[in-house]
């Protein structure tokens, strides 16, 4: 920025006091949702739960909402651990039952090969409705009674709350709640994955959007749903016991049955032919820094670890970290994934300012008689945009992971996760060959 504003504080006695400035210091963040979540940020936290991963308990049991999950996502999605490091420690800890953990592991790196692929376009439908309903038919804003988990539907109304207070959400709960705001509810998907968004801290567009797309049908072969049956399994029946509504609810009966209700025009709308192939990018991301004898590390939300190679490529040279203002305006950010963020800065030798983030990194440069800029790769197009504008200036490295998770073939189909793995699944198991 122009306007020389100092660098944001680094130093708190507590916890108490870093929410006190955040809360201060981000205003309109707070305005939009002003919860804590109990969840820190961080790599030493993160290092932590690592360390108690259970790859036979997850595949047991993943998929109630008392399972033994790794609660991992928060820190994977701002690449405060990798996919690599939570491969290997669940192929050391339980070489013989980690085969699950990994599978879901594959999605993250999927949906951001994807989103590597498409770019904004994870906005868009990628696939029309298979539901034999049109977009039209859709409302293009969420209810106000999902929103303040208000529907009377006990488990609805839970994973509202939860979504607001914790910024978490268990997988099975989110899948239950978007298929009700877009099936049984006929809410257009960006709706519910801009509510999301704001308050998930593991929330980014990739596996957000393109998880709210499977869902829809937009980026699968079908609609998901769910029935009461199914909720009542998974969650031990602690909604149902509860609910005013039980006997009578928007999920009662077999499936057939819902779907006819649902989609009553869908087998005939249902499209025969295989989506068109969605080809994996040909470009090789950077894996060693080019020559630069006074750079600066420019570090992003997408690689906040103190292992990230940017870092390391350059040990002893000055590192930024800007809040995009308009960023967090525009995507209503809530005060919630703010604070996760600010404390996964606070363990890192970074500068933290705020402003129009091309322009304070030039700045940072400039102050620093910089000659270049090293960066971590990342999808997002945001990214190439502010890359473009710093090159204009100053050569810019973006290094890539220095051991990938997986190493596709150039040119996959990603149309579908199942393409995907059925290329990379021994790669991604360590399997010899």
């Known amino acids: 920025m122009s306007d020389g504003r100092p660098a944001l504080r680094r130093d708190f006695p507590n916890r108490a006091a870093l929410v006190d400035y955040v809360r201060r210091t981000f205003p309109g963040a707070a305005a939009v949702d002003a919860h804590i979540a109990p969840t820190l940020g961080g790599r030493r936290i993160a290092e932590t739960t690592l360390a108690h991963i259970d790859p036979a308990a997850y595949a047991a049991t993943r998929n109630h909402l008392n399972g033994a999950v790794t609660r991992l996502s928060p820190y994977l ?10 491969r290997n420690a669940a192929l050391h800890r339980a070489p013989q039952a980690a085969a699950k953990l990994i599978n879901e592991l594959g999605w993250r790196d999927y949906y951001r ?4 692929v498409i770019g904004n376009a994870v906005w868009r439908d990628l696939e029309a409705y298979k539901t034999g309903w049109q977009v039209h038919d859709y409302a293009a804003t969420l209810p106000a009674d999902i929103v303040a988990g208000a529907t009377g539907l006990a488990c609805i109304d839970a994973f509202s709350r939860e979504l607001h207070t914790t910024g978490y959400l268990h997988n099975h709960a989110r899948m239950w709640l978007a298929a009700y705001i877009v099936h049984f509810r006929r809410v257009r998907w960006q709706a519910g994955a801009r509510w999301f968004l704001t308050h998930l801290l593991d929330g980014d567009p990739a596996s957000n959007n393109l998880s709210w797309q499977w869902v829809a049908s937009t980026f699968s072969h079908k609609p998901y749903i769910f029935n009461r049956e199914n909720l009542e399994t998974f969650t031990g029946g602690v909604y149902c016991a509860v609910c005013p509504q039980r006997g009578r609810c928007d999920f009662e009966g077999e499936y057939a049955l819902l779907e006819q209700r649902l989609f009553p025009h869908r087998q005939a709308a249902v499209a025969t032919t295989e989506p068109a192939p969605l080809r994996s990018s040909v470009s090789q991301p950077v894996r060693g820094p080019m020559a630069l004898s006074r750079p600066i590390v420019w570090l992003h939300g997408d690689n906040l670890s103190p292992h990230s190679p940017a870092l390391l490529a350059a040990a002893n040279a000055p590192a930024l970290w800007v809040w995009d203002d308009a960023l967090l305006a525009r995507a209503r950010i809530s005060l919630k994934r703010v604070l996760f963020l600010y404390e996964c800065l606070l363990e890192l030798p970074v500068t933290i300012r705020r402003g129009e983030v091309a322009a304070e990194i030039l700045r940072f440069a400039a102050e620093h ?3 270049g800029v090293i960066t971590n790769v990342t999808p997002a197009p945001g990214f190439a945009a502010i890359r473009r504008r710093l090159e204009q200036t100053l050569p810019v490295v973006a290094l890539a992971e220095a051991e990938a998770f997986v190493t596709p073939p ?9 393409r995907y793995w059925r290329k990379v699944a021994a790669d991604a198991l360590q399997m010899k060959a």
């Open 77 to 86: 999605r701002h690449g405060v651990v990798s996919l690599t490091e939570v």
């Open 369 to 371: 008689k910089a000659d």
């Open 410 to 418: 150039v040119g996959l189909d990603l149309r579908r996760f199942s």
């Open 113 to 116: 090969r994807v989103y590597s």
